[in-house]
C-alpha cells in the first residue's frame, strides 16, 4: 500500500538562514529600539511630571505672595486713609472724615424707618486765643488734646467726634427715643470749662455749642451743618453756653443777611452819621471833649443802636470804610468846636479788624491831612481785644499815631484782663473806666476802694481818666472826690447829632442843653 502525501519538504540552504537572521536581527533592533523609546518616554514623563509639579508649586507659592502682597497693600491702604483723615493733633477725625461719616449717617438715616436720630454738635472756644498768647502754643496744644479727650468721653462711644481746624470741634451723636439733648450740651460745655493743669498753672476757656438734629432740623447733610452752625453763632452773640437751632434762627440770619447788604449801602452813601456825646470836667462840669459814636437811622426800620450793625460791619469787613466816613463827617464841625475853644479833644473809636490790616495809623494820618483836623485834638480810643490780637502789631500803630500827635485812650478799662503791663509799654495817655467800675460807687466802699487804686495807678503813670456810664450826682461827686477828673454820661448828655450838639456847646445861640 502506497505512503501518504506529506507536501513539499523545506530544504535548508545558507540563503535562507541568512534571511532569517538578518529578520531575527531586525526585530531584535525594533525591540531594542521600541524599549528604549519607552524608557526615553518614560524618562521625560517623569521629567515633565516633575516639572509640572515645580511649576504647581511655584504657581501656588506667587499666588501666595499676590495674596499676601495684596493684603499688604490694603492695610497700607487703610493706614493712608486712617492718617489721612485723623487729626495728628487731637487723634480725633478731621475735616475730610467728619464730612465723610456725616454724609453716611444722613444716608442710613434716609434708608431707615425713622429711629435713626442723630445730632450734629460744632464747638467753638472762647478765648482760646488768650492761652496761646500768653503760654504758647505748646499750652494750646496741651488744651486742645484734653478738650478732645473730653469731648469725646462726654459724647459716648457710639459718637464719632472731630477737629475742623484751630479751636472748632464737632461731633455727630445717635439718639435714642430717651435722649436728653440739654442734659448732652450742658454737660459738653461744662467739662470743656474744667480747668487743665498745665506745668504749674491753670488752662482754662469755655466753650460756645450749636446743636441740629437730623431729620428733625434739616433734610440734608449740608443743611444740618449750616443751621448747627447757625445755633453756635446764636450761642456766641449772646454768650449762651449750647443753643439748639430754631427755624426762627435762619429768618433772623436772613434778615441779618439784608441788613448787612443795607449796611454797605448806607456807609457808601454817608447814611451812617456821628452822634456827640460829651465829656466833661468833673468839677466845672464844662465839656472838654466829644466822643463821636456811630447812628444809623434805616429807611424801614427807623433808628437802630450801634449794637445792631456794628458787629455786622465787623464781620463783613466794613470798619475801615466805616471809619472813614465817621471821621469825614464828625471832624468838619469838631474842628469849628476845638478852633472857638468849646472842647479840647474829638474821640472815635477804632475796632479790632482795623488792626488786622496793618494800616490803620496810615488811614488815620491820611484822614487827618485830607481833613484838614489838628493830630492833638483827636484821641482814637481802642479796646483790650486789639492788644489780645497782635501785640506787636498794635505797638506798632500806635506808636505811629502817638508821634503823629494822636492822643491814645484804652476803653472799657475794668471789664477783660484790665492788663496792667499795657500801661506801660504802649503810648496810652488815658484810660476810660466802664461803667461796671463806676456804677456803684456812691452806695459800695469795694467798689470806691477799687477805683481809689486806678486812680493812684492813673497818677503815677501819668495818664487822664474818664469815667463812663455816670448817670446820677452821687456818681459825679463820688467820682469827682475820689480824683477822676473827666466824666462822660447820660447825667451831662446823651449822644445827640452835630446841630444838638452845637447848641449844647452855646454855638449860633442854640438852646444849652443837658
Not at 434762627?249 to 452813601?269: C, K
Not at 447812628?295 to 470798619?319: C, D, I, K, N, T
Request: glycine share 8%; net charge neutral; hydrophobic share 45%.
Amino acid at each position: 500500500m502506497p505512503e501518504p502525501d506529506e507536501g513539499p519538504t523545506v530544504t535548508a540552504s545558507p540563503e535562507r538562514d541568512e534571511r532569517i537572521r538578518r529578520l531575527e536581527r531586525r526585530v531584535d533592533r525594533e525591540r531594542s529600539a521600541r524599549a528604549e523609546a519607552e524608557s526615553l518616554l518614560e524618562a521625560k514623563s517623569r521629567e515633565l511630571y516633575a516639572l509640572n509639579q515645580q511649576l504647581s508649586r511655584f504657581a501656588a507659592d506667587l499666588e501666595l505672595r499676590v495674596d499676601e502682597r495684596t493684603r499688604e497693600l490694603a492695610l497700607a491702604r487703610e493706614r493712608a486713609v486712617a492718617l489721612a483723615e485723623r487729626d495728628q493733633l487731637t487723634g480725633l477725625a478731621n475735616r475730610t472724615r467728619f464730612a465723610r461719616v456725616l454724609g453716611a449717617a444722613v444716608g442710613r438715616a434716609g434708608r431707615g424707618t425713622g429711629n435713626e436720630r442723630f445730632a450734629l454738635l460744632l464747638l467753638d472756644l472762647d478765648r482760646f486765643k488768650e492761652i496761646n498768647d500768653s503760654l504758647g502754643h505748646e499750652a494750646g496744644d496741651v488744651f486742645l488734646q484734653h478738650v478732645a479727650r473730653r469731648l469725646s468721653g462726654t459724647v459716648g462711644q457710639g459718637a464719632v467726634t472731630a477737629r475742623l481746624g484751630g479751636d472748632e470741634f464737632a461731633a455727630i451723636v445717635p439718639l435714642g427715643p430717651r435722649s436728653d439733648l440739654a442734659r448732652l450740651g450742658e454737660a459738653v460745655v461744662a467739662e470743656i470749662r474744667r480747668p487743665v493743669a498745665y506745668r504749674g498753672r491753670m488752662l482754662e476757656a469755655s466753650a460756645s455749642l450749636g446743636i441740629a438734629v437730623f431729620p428733625d432740623d434739616a433734610a440734608t447733610g449740608s443743611d444740618l451743618q449750616r443751621f448747627a452752625d447757625i445755633a453756635l453763632y446764636r450761642s456766641k452773640a449772646t454768650r449762651a453756653a449750647w443753643t439748639r437751632f430754631d427755624p426762627r434762627m435762619g429768618r433772623e440770619i436772613e434778615e441779618r443777611q439784608a441788613l448787612g447788604a443795607d449796611l454797605g449801602a448806607a456807609i457808601r452813601s454817608g447814611a451812617i452819621e456821628p452822634w456827640f456825646q460829651p465829656i466833661v470836667d468833673g468839677v466845672t462840669r464844662r465839656p472838654v471833649g466829644a466822643e463821636a459814636l456811630a447812628r444809623w437811622v434805616h429807611p424801614q426800620l427807623g433808628f437802630l443802636a450801634p449794637a445792631a450793625f456794628l458787629g455786622l460791619a465787623e464781620e463783613r469787613g466794613l470798619m475801615r470804610d466805616l471809619f472813614a466816613g465817621m471821621m469825614r463827617r464828625a471832624c468838619p464841625p469838631a474842628r469849628d468846636w476845638v478852633r472857638a475853644g468849646a472842647i479840647r479833644t474829638l474821640s472815635v473809636n477804632l475796632s479790632p479788624s482795623q488792626f488786622k490790616l496793618g494800616s490803620v495809623a496810615d488811614d488815620v494820618i491820611a484822614l487827618l491831612a485830607e481833613l484838614d483836623f489838628p493830630p492833638e485834638a483827636l484821641t482814637v480810643e481802642i479796646t483790650e481785644e486789639v492788644l489780645l490780637n497782635d501785640l506787636d502789631r498794635a505797638r506798632v500803630q500806635l506808636e505811629r499815631l502817638a508821634a503823629h500827635g494822636v492822643r491814645i485812650a484804652l476803653d472799657d478799662f475794668g471789664v477783660g484782663y484790665s492788663n496792667i503791663g499795657y500801661l506801660r509799654r504802649l503810648p496810652i495817655q488815658t484810660l476810660k473806666l466802664d461803667r461796671l467800675l463806676t456804677v456803684d460807687v456812691a452806695q459800695e466802699h469795694e467798689a470806691r476802694c477799687i477805683l481809689g487804686a486806678i486812680v493812684q495807678i492813673a497818677r503815677a503813670l501819668d495818664l487822664r481818666l474818664v469815667a463812663e456810664g455816670v448817670e446820677d450826682p452821687g456818681q459825679a461827686l463820688w467820682l469827682s472826690h475820689l480824683g477822676c477828673r473827666h466824666l462822660q454820661g447820660y447825667l451831662f448828655g446823651r449822644p445827640m447829632p452835630a446841630e444838638a450838639f452845637a447848641g449844647y456847646l452855646g454855638f449860633e445861640g442854640a438852646r444849652r442843653i443837658a
